[in-house]
């Protein structure tokens, strides 16, 4: 339901900030387009479209444009995991080695030899991103290396991907950094060997579905091609290329590498009903998907000692600073708004992705706020903390 922003205790006049800002990135040839959402107290109050949703072709961004999320399928992963950590499958602290036998003699890079690890990678380590996995995209380490020779993103399905994997040493101790990695990658994995069901068919029979998200899938089919956005990338001169048409987007085709990490496409409206869904502690319209105390687990700081990012190692790409947020199941926490030195709350939590989607779900205000668009890198400009200053300052009550 949409209302009036004065209905829910925000600013109308204050609430188009969000336009200007990002009808700005518009203007200066810097995004193709953008779909804004605000919610509070279970009503929308914001949705905006700016722009084309195809350059190329002179499409107007539209309420219904699919979006390649990449990242933001984490926080849905994330959760069809913990589904099955709800009905008693396992435990938070078991190794990874139970689903994964070889895992068990997994070892941490060294550059004079490979040494032991201080102990197993468990289940949690995977959803907090401290499993010592990573990604061959950082191209910061030699394991990063090993990664794109392996060409373990690539894998043809989630089985081949958990093989390379085996052959790879960590990058460091599990739970002794935080590091970005394939760990969603291998949730996923999890899901389908502990339900025994492939993981795209569990995420539909378990959450799509019963969401109502019609829209989010691994491919888009046929019907569905007019909707679908061009993907741009960010070039030198703060312009953007095109690097995947909607006509022959990859995302066209089935296929069988299903990746909880990143392999979903959605919609403003589909994501919207996943965010409230965990705003309103796991269900919507009905429909329990989780229950309150695991939505409440999932989203405190799981680090050590209640630390930040910062505290956990060397930074290195992902898709939220580091001073002030700490890390859930599934989702980046924020512990500190004036350590982050930015607008916030105590408890809010968030995750974004490659192509500069984003979103974040403040409790205490009960505030969510989506933000769609399609450029590469997700670090090609701060429209993320722009946008959330422009939407907390519109709070009147």
């Given amino acids: 339901m949409k209302v009036t922003p004065e209905d829910v205790g925000i600013s109308g006049a204050r609430l188009y900030k969000i336009d200007h800002l990002t009808k700005r990135y518009i203007d200066e040839g810097k995004l193709a387009g953008t779909i804004t959402l605000v919610a509070r107290r279970g009503k929308i109050a914001h949705l905006q479209t700016q722009g084309k949703m195809d350059v190329e072709a002179d499409k107007d961004m539209a309420e219904d444009t699919i979006f390649r999320i990449y990242s933001m399928t984490k926080p849905i992963t994330s959760t069809t995991l913990m589904m099955l950590y709800e009905d008693g499958n396992f435990q938070l602290d078991d190794p990874v080695s139970r689903y994964i036998p070889k895992f068990k003699h997994l070892e941490v890079y060294g550059e004079n030899g490979n040494v032991a690890t201080e102990r197993e990678m468990t289940i949690r380590d995977l959803l907090t991103h401290t499993s010592g996995l990573t990604y061959g995209f950082m191209r910061t380490t030699a394991v990063d290396e090993m990664y794109r020779d392996q060409a373990v993103e690539e894998s043809d399905d989630l089985e081949q991907m958990i093989e390379k994997l085996t052959d790879i040493p960590l990058l460091f101790t599990p739970g002794s950094r935080w590091s970005y990695s394939v760990a969603t990658d291998v949730c996923g994995y999890l899901v389908q060997k502990i339900s025994d069901t492939p993981f795209n068919e569990f995420l539909r029979e378990q959450i799509l579905d019963p969401l109502g998200m019609h829209d989010t899938d691994f491919h888009v089919p046929a019907d569905k091609v007019h909707r679908l956005a061009a993907n741009y990338e960010h070039t030198d001169d703060d312009g953007m290329r ?98 982050a030195q930015i607008l916030g709350t105590p408890g809010e939590f968030a995750w974004g992705g490659a192509a500069s989607t984003y979103f974040w779900i403040d409790p205490s205000e009960e505030l969510l706020v989506i933000l769609l668009t399609q450029l590469l890198p997700s670090s090609s400009y701060p429209i993320r903390r722009e946008l959330r200053v422009t939407a907390y300052q519109s709070i009147i009550e």
Wanted: charged share 15%.
């Fill in 242 to 339: 095109l690097v995947d048409s909607p006509e022959t987007s990859i995302y066209l085709k089935k296929h069988k590498l299903y990746s909880g990490g990143g392999g979903l496409v959605s919609t403003i409206h589909d994501y919207h009903r996943f965010g409230q869904m965990l705003l309103n502690k796991g269900e919507l319209d009905g429909v329990q998907i989780l229950g309150r105390k695991t939505v409440e687990l999932m989203t405190s700081n799981h680090l050590p000692n209640n630390g930040d990012l910062t505290s956990m190692g060397q930074p290195v790409f992902s898709e939220t600073p580091y001073d002030g947020i700490g890390f859930g199941l599934g989702f980046s926490v924020m512990i500190n708004p004036a350590t």
